[in-house]
């Protein structure tokens, strides 16, 4: 069973920089599409970008050009570098393997104006 852990959320400043880490525990790992969703206050949870077992990755359109997915397999963790930031990225960011239904317990990412 893999098991994920975030970090790297905070306070930041409108154009600023975060890069978001998930530790996965398990060694089925390599196997799963693995993405990050969001949720703001009041909206429901969106993807933010996944990247497939082969590396292959999908934004969200508000993300497409500031946000960036990338995996590493042999340290089991997935990164999401975020640029550029603005009021409207402020959410909880969770790492997800959403084949499985999987979700860590997400980190708070606030973006002041």
């Known amino acids: 069973q893999v098991q994920l852990r975030e970090s790297g959320g905070g306070l930041v400043q409108a154009g600023g920089s975060l890069r978001l880490s998930c530790a996965a525990s398990?060694?089925?790992?390599?196997?799963?599409?693995m993405g990050w969703y969001r949720q703001a206050p009041g909206k429901q949870r969106e993807l933010v970008a996944e990247v497939t077992t082969r590396g292959s990755t999908n934004y969200a359109d508000s993300v497409k050009g500031r946000f960036t997915i990338s995996r590493d397999n042999v340290k089991t963790a997935v990164y999401l570098q975020m640029n550029s930031l603005n009021a409207e990225d402020t959410a909880v960011y969770y790492c997800?393997?959403?084949?499985?239904?999987?979700w860590g317990q997400g980190t708070q990412v606030t973006v002041s104006s």
């Open positions: 997800a393997a959403r084949s499985i239904n999987l």
């Open positions: 398990g060694s089925l790992f390599r196997t799963y599409t």
